[in-house]
């Protein structure tokens, strides 16, 4: 197991000694903006925890707590060969697993494929064809000339999706900037598995899973005490095993009240309502400006996706509406362009280990054809580690939340995704803020066993 004790992060103190007044109360503004405190953070988890009860009530909520039909979890002698597809945001992995007779072992072999952006927002038969063009490329390549029998397939779809069974998925509707006509309110195996078969592909969809779902088994493959798995990556989101007893609105079906099942919160969509998140107006830029206005409200706050997005709506604010005027007499017309700065940019500026801040100045120079000063260097760090801060403790409180809920005192929690794999800032604090006795305790461990894949030239 991989032990994350939290670590501080470096105090930058003093960094600030020579910066014009102004400036300064301009970054006061925005710590005061986006600093959640520890009471708000325990409220804000609080409430989660009622609306994640909510829920599974027989009423629902705004949190669609999806059962998955992924009953309890593996016991680590579970043997065969597997295929499994992950459509993400950016990349389109398929992987073949084999699961061999020693306990908690596997080999794994996977090759990826871009996600064309186009396909984010064209025809349903367009990315149905092309995640099928793909399987057969794997296939042809991976197992060329041999004759094969309907190889088993889990197809992990990061999307939100109605199950009434474990290889069906209705798209209750799309996240992440996707926006494809026709697919929201369908089952999506359908057209998938039709794809596949026109293209004479042999493979067999045997479970749609999310990829927090994934997340858990896998990890619980190798980990007995494995209780969550999340993913801070383009989207947020987590699931758990909750008892059927516990569950209301499966009441009806009379299932083993101790029987457990793994539960795909969904939690993007916390507080969608507004209740209780400290929304800034670029918050509500970044939703207005959404394929999807009034969705996924937590998840635009703390999502890869959204990250560099509302930290660009701040700078052109800071350039454009205050007394400030950063940037002043300077063309930001690259920096004026939507989702033009994704979440690395703002993990680089973090990692930039030069007292001056050299490299953030380079970057904001070849990539936004911007020159900053000093000063304007010194906000532009600042406004980075808040944003990514705020989205580290807000996600605590997510996790918090199903802690709380289950009683768990300590828990291991499996987590991937971009955001936490590449922003050590990121993984920082949310441990610190998840080991607060203010919002809860657990230990976060990274902790899925990855085999070096084994890629042909
Ligand atoms: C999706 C979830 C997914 C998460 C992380 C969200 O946008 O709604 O289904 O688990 O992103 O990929």
């Known amino acids: 197991m991989v032990g994350?004790?939290?670590r501080r992060q470096p105090s930058r103190k003093g960094s600030m000694a020579d910066m014009p007044r102004d400036l300064l109360q301009e970054i006061k503004r925005l710590e005061d903006l986006f600093t959640v405190d520890t009471t708000k953070l325990k409220a804000i988890s609080d409430h989660f925890v009622s609306e994640l009860a909510k829920g599974l009530s027989k009423e629902g909520g705004s949190i669609p707590m999806n059962p998955t039909w992924c009953m309890g979890f593996p016991t680590g002698h579970e043997t065969g060969t597997f295929l499994a597809l992950d459509m993400g945001g950016t990349n389109l992995r398929v992987c073949e697993i084999r699961l061999p007779e020693e306990v908690g072992e596997f080999d794994i072999?996977?090759?990826?494929?871009?996600?064309?952006e186009e396909l984010k927002t064209g025809t349903a038969d367009e990315l149905w064809g092309y995640i099928a063009d793909c399987l057969q490329q794997f296939i042809e390549y991976h197992h060329e000339g041999e004759k094969l029998d309907q190889l088993p397939l889990g197809f992990t779809f990061s999307y939100p999706a109605t199950q009434d069974y474990i290889d069906h998925g209705v798209l209750q509707r799309w996240t992440k900037g996707f926006d494809i006509d026709g697919v929201e309110g369908k089952d999506v195996v359908p057209p998938f598995t039709e794809a596949l078969a026109e293209r004479g592909v042999p493979i067999k969809l045997t479970a749609l899973i999310n990829d927090t779902t994934g997340t858990l088994i896998a990890?619980?493959?190798?980990?007995s005490e494995m209780r969550i798995g999340c993913i801070f990556g383009t989207g947020c989101n987590a699931a758990y095993m909750e008892?059927?007893?516990?569950?209301p609105k499966l009441e009806h079906m009379k299932l083993d009240p101790k029987q457990e099942i793994a539960i795909n919160c969904e939690w993007g969509a916390f507080d969608n309502e507004h209740k209780i998140l400290p929304r800034t107006q670029y918050d509500i830029i970044v939703d207005k400006d959404s394929p999807r206005p009034g969705q996924q409200a937590f998840e635009k706050m703390i999502a890869g996706l959204y990250l560099g997005e509302l930290f660009r709506l701040v700078l052109v604010d800071l350039h454009e509406n205050t007394n400030v005027k950063i940037?002043?007499?300077q063309d930001i017309s690259s920096l004026k362009k939507a989702?033009?700065?994704?979440?690395s940019f703002l993990s680089d500026i973090e990692?930039?280990?030069f007292e001056n801040l050299q490299e953030t100045h380079d970057k904001f120079h070849s990539q936004l054809k911007i020159q900053c000063k000093k000063p304007e260097l010194e906000l532009i760090r600042r406004l980075a580690e808040l944003i990514g801060t705020r989205s580290a403790r807000l996600s605590a409180c997510g996790v918090a939340a199903i802690c709380k809920k289950?009683?768990?005192?300590t828990a291991h929690v499996g987590a991937d995704g971009s955001v936490f794999n590449k922003y050590p800032h990121f993984k920082v604090s949310l441990l610190l803020t998840i080991s607060t006795p203010v919002v809860g305790a657990s230990t976060l461990t990274n902790d899925v066993h990855c085999r070096p894949a084994v890629h042909k030239p």
């Open 109 to 116: 072999i996977q090759s990826k494929y871009r996600m064309p």
């Open 339 to 343: 989702y033009s700065l994704d979440a």
């Open 4 to 6: 994350l004790g939290p």
């Open 243 to 247: 008892h059927c007893g516990d569950i």
């Open 406 to 409: 289950k009683g768990y005192k």
């Open 351 to 353: 990692n930039d280990p």
């Open 219 to 223: 990890s619980s493959y190798t980990d």
């Open 327 to 329: 940037f002043e007499g």
